[in-house]
């Protein structure tokens, strides 16, 4: 593996693990921050390239999607 392909498995590793705790802090305030921010970072430090960067940001809002359509769902039932 060279030094590029370790850079972007390390991003993508961290990017992971970010969202992986967002997940666990959704509902409290700033939960994505560190997520988002991480995706921002690596894909400045151009370790993710522009696919991979919309993909991650999709991910965050569909993770925020289905967690307010399973908050909607609670309090209608």
Known sequence: MNGEQRDHQTAVN????????????????????????SITLAFMLRVINEDEHRHYRARIDQIYATYNESIKQGVAA
Do not use: Q
Not at 14 to 34: F, Q, T, V, Y
């Open 14 to 37: 961290w990017i992971e693990g970010e969202i992986d705790n967002m997940i666990r802090d959704l509902g409290k305030p700033n939960a994505s921050s560190a997520a988002t921010s």
